[in-house]
């Protein structure tokens, strides 16, 4: 397949994470030629998303540090006098200090199947994707690995299940899906459509199942674990753009629920909205009259610049002293509305993230949040799908040795393979990590720390158990940073009935698991063996069922003369970054498609259809019923579809 491959495009993509994936969809949507290539087998780098055993396969793959030493040097012969080479990495080298706990009986999965998993292949003998998940430590043999990978990440997957309500609001509609339930309006709380979806569930929200590890190998596929962890602004740039370039038909989003906060040692809901102000039992009736106030001020402080011009050298929190707020008001504020440092953010800054806040509050929902059903790994490949359906060429497993660079000129001309191909372009883009060291020996890195749990109950327990959660975390000491902790429900098909997930993300002051275990121990139960001799306080708190904790490099926000001898057309995209918003990804990605193509437009709408004129090859195919559309994820059962309430993201056409 690769040996067929043009050898002309007009831009070549190397790296399948979100930035590279917008780019080659606008690319593609403008006419260009785009090949994007991957040496993973999964796409979405390190914005992907896994099944268990999926994720168990990458653990092991990030622990070995072994290179690939039987590349072939044929390609050597390729490069002209005139020209030079820019060799890229074959391993990844972004994630560190990969650490996986189990806290069950890892002995009782031992003979467990994955259930759905692909059969064996006879010929290989060798264990499967379940055999990854009794044992971590185990080896594995790469296919088995891939099959896994597959299976949790196959190419540009979408869900199509029939609307059954629809709520529009301005430019935009949201399909709110929920078997048997009547039209429900714009001002109805995701909360009330979480009530109605667990109901069912209320005896074992009491009384929780135990969960065993075997269950978990056995219900891998039920997992889409994400490397990052995100939540996308109803408002934000990533929903734009969707909306505009109509790419958010190929995915599905739930909203978040609630906002938590954590505070002398509880967790509790902050009130948002107004109606969750004037209903909180938590806030007596002067702070909810000074948080009503301080929060309007908020929204238009840009008009009173007198309230705040004294303040602009001084932290967010040392204005919010000056508001006449009480401490627990501060708190919610600084922590779980602005989500903001306690010491780093200015007042300007603290001003803008608190409006932002608001200004996302009611258009999908009573919080400011989505989270794409899946998970996070699903956005990549929606900008996947888009740029394969205008054109682009798709080549997973596929690494480049080398970039190939005129001396004279001092631009890439051309990559080279890994079967030894040449491939010429115009432009270039490639993702941080395939980047070689001595490309990258004055970048200095940042480090986000991560951890993934498995869970067996909410951290606040409500009459619903489906409920998507975002809880701040304060650092206990000052100048360490908070931790933002993300819960999520079976109901966003990233977990097992029964079982929740947790992501916690902050920037990294020492290992992930140094970082963020004194959180997870302040949230959650980890010693199984001695629950009898706990308090009873220590046994309400969730269980853990299994975790890992690891290091992601933050290549965001590195200027691009930091990179040595970068070629003019050669663009870097970077990976992940610590924020919770995605407007770091779309905002590089418009800027390094406007500095290739200054005149285009940037993800357009997609043309109407009664518009197209088809050629007389492309008209004989489709009778002939030929397709190359890219497979849609398998429909969910009458069961899932009821439960998980999720919301569609379109544009509202106008008449």
Known sequence: MA???????????????????????????????????DSRNYYGGNWASFSFSGLLSWIKENQEKSENSDECEDWKKLILENEEVIS????????????????????????????????????????????????????????????????????????????????????????????????????????????????????????????????????GRRFNIDLVSKLLYSRGLLIDLLIKSNVSRYAEFKNATRILAFREGKVEQVPCSRADVFNSRQLTMVEKRMLMKFLTFCLDYEQHPDEFQDYKNSTFAQFLRT?????????????????????DCSTVEGLQATRKFLQCLGRYGNTPFLFPLYGQGEIPQCFCRMCAVFGGIYCLRHSVQCLVVDKESGRCKAIIDHFGQRISANYFIVEDSYLSESVCRNVCYRQI??????????????????????????????????????????????????????????????????????????LFHLNTEAEKETENE???????????????????????????????????????????????AVKQAETIFQEMFPTEEFCPPPPNPEDIIYDEDELASEESGLSNSPETKPEPSSEESSSRGSTAVNEHSEE
């Open 538 to 584: 220590e046994l309400e708190k969730p269980r853990v069922l299994w975790a890992v904790y690891f290091n992601m490099r933050d290549s965001s926000g590195i200027d691009r003369n930091s990179y040595s001898n970068l070629p003019s057309n050669v663009y870097v995209c970077s990976g992940p970054d610590s924020a919770l918003g995605n407007d770091c």
């Open 3 to 37: 040996d067929n491959l043009p050898a002309e495009f007009d831009v070549v993509v190397v790296g399948t994470g979100l930035p590279e994936s917008i780019i080659a969809a606008a690319c593609a949507r403008s006419g260009q030629r785009v090949l994007h290539v």
């Open 88 to 219: 890229l990495n074959k391993k990844d080298k972004t994630i560190e200090h990969v650490e996986a706990f189990c806290f069950g009986d890892q002995d009782s999965a031992k003979d467990v199947e994955e259930a759905g998993a692909l059969p064996k292949l006879p010929v290989f003998g060798a264990s499967g994707a379940e055999g990854v998940a009794q044992d971590p430590n185990k080896e594995c043999p790469p296919l088995d690995s891939a099959v896994a990978r597959a299976e949790s990440c196959e190419p540009e997957k979408a869900a199509s299940v029939d609307t059954a309500s629809t709520v529009e609001e301005n430019d935009t509609e949201v399909n709110c899906e929920n078997e048997g339930s009547p039209s429900v309006s714009s001002s109805e709380s995701a909360l009330d459509l979480g009530k109605a979806e667990a109901a069912p569930s209320e005896v074992s929200a009491q009384e929780p199942k135990k969960i065993m590890y075997s269950q978990i190998v056995r219900e």
């Open 323 to 343: 508001r006449k707020l009480t401490p627990s008001l501060q708190h919610f504020i600084l922590h779980s509305i602005a989500m903001v440092s306690e010491t």
């Open 449 to 522: 720390s991560r951890a993934v749990l498995i869970t067996d109950q909410s951290v606040l327990k409500t009459d619903s158990e489906q409920q998507v959660s975002i809880l701040t975390v304060p650092p206990v000491d000052l100048g360490q940073p908070a931790v933002c902790v993300i819960e999520l429900c079976s109901s966003t098909m990233t977990c097992m009935k029964d079982t929740y997930l947790v992501h916690l993300t902050c920037p990294s002051t020492k290992t992930a698991r140094e970082d963020l275990e004194p959180v997870v121990q302040k």
